[in-house]
């Protein structure tokens, strides 16, 4: 069945620095993935949708990469802010619905200033 | 702000109880969905309507049912409550029949906590 993992439960960097954000899918083969942003109490944000046939995805300091061959996304936020402080989501379509998505269970990530 | 509301923002019951959780979608998004996050859970798909008519559905108990009204408005139905409903209940919209191609805009969600 389909599987997503997301990178360590919880990852501290330095303000400043790039943080990274693995999100590692089995069994399937989804068209297009998404990256949200959730702060505590509060809904899932839609930060970026990336395509398979789009290597490279990028919104001002978010980039975003869909490996298709590696069945993996990377997330990228570039010099870091105590303000990009939450847990980050991906999300691909749910595997026989196309309508679906599937959210991986999340990165929480703390920018220390 | 997502433009889709979700009332009440907390709702506190007791076992056995039946509550309604309401819904507006964006303005213009035809497609609304329902999850549920619990801590050990994560984010769960419940239920998706498009346009009145139920079009996918999740791991979603019996004891829960959902409908979408004319105004594209949304309410989800839990009823004969446990204690392991308690969660945040999330609803989302988007633009068209949903799927890995289109945004999904979350409100703030309505936690359900059960005594």
């Known amino acids: 069945s389909q599987k997503i993992e997301q990178n360590s439960e919880a990852l501290n960097i330095q303000e400043g620095k790039t943080a990274t954000l693995t999100c590692n899918y089995t069994?399937?083969?989804?068209?297009?993935l998404q990256w949200y942003r959730q702060d505590p109490g509060r809904g899932p944000v839609f930060l970026l949708l990336i395509r398979e046939n789009e290597k490279e995805k990028r919104k001002e300091r978010l980039k975003v990469t869909f490996d298709t061959t590696l069945k993996q996304s990377l997330f990228h936020i570039t010099a870091s802010q105590p303000a990009d402080s939450a847990t980050y989501l991906c999300a691909l379509p749910t595997s026989g619905s196309a309508r679906q998505l599937t959210f991986g269970s999340g990165t929480q990530l703390t920018v220390l200033p | 702000d997502s433009g889709v509301t979700q009332t009440p923002k907390h709702l506190i019951t007791a076992t056995g109880q039946r509550v309604t959780l309401r819904c507006s979608p964006r303005s213009g998004d035809l497609s609304v969905y329902w999850y549920q996050q619990s801590l050990d859970q994560g984010l769960q798909f419940l239920i998706q309507?498009?346009?009145?008519?139920?079009?996918a559905k999740g791991n979603i108990l019996e004891r829960f049912s959902a409908q979408q009204f004319p105004d594209l408005h949304s309410e989800l139905n839990l009823s004969s409550l446990e204690l392991g409903d308690s969660a945040l209940y999330f609803c989302a919209s988007s633009v068209g029949v949903g799927g890995g191609n289109q945004p999904q805009h979350f409100g703030d969600g309505t936690r359900l906590s059960i005594l």
């Open positions: 309507y498009y346009n009145g008519e139920e079009r």
């Open positions: 069994n399937y083969s989804p068209a297009y």
